[in-house]
Nanobody, 121 residues
């Protein structure tokens, strides 16, 4: 059974920084893309950042230049460094990973339970 466990959320003042981490555990063959999504109250879930296995990254327009995504393939972890945080970054942040369970199997999406990030003075 595959699990994604997130950590690092919390309350921070505007302009501050937080670092989110997510670790994939369980029995699987390979982790492909790893991503962070977020969902604010009353809004749809949106992509924050994504990183492919080889390191290519994609960022949502609202976080470009402020957030940095990174991963460790050996540990099956992904991190999100969030700087210059704004109140509009307040949301529940979800870790997502595309994982294939066995060789040649079609990868599927797995989600973490979510971690709350609140930016407020």
């Amino acid at each position: 059974q595959v699990q994604l466990v997130e950590s690092g959320g919390g309350l921070v003042q505007p302009g501050g920084s937080l670092r989110l981490s997510c670790a994939a555990s369980g029995s699987f063959f390979r982790v492909f893309a790893m991503s962070w999504y977020r969902q604010a109250p009353g809004k749809e879930r949106e992509l924050v950042a994504s990183i492919l296995r080889e390191g290519s990254t994609t960022y949502g327009d609202s976080v470009k230049g402020r957030f940095t995504i990174s991963r460790d393939n050996a540990k099956n972890t992904v991190n999100l460094q969030m700087n210059s945080l704004k109140p509009e970054d307040t949301a529940v942040y979800y870790c997502n990973a595309r994982i294939s369970l066995i060789l040649y199997s079609q990868p599927r999406d797995y989600w973490g339970q979510g971690t709350q990030v609140t930016v407020s003075s």
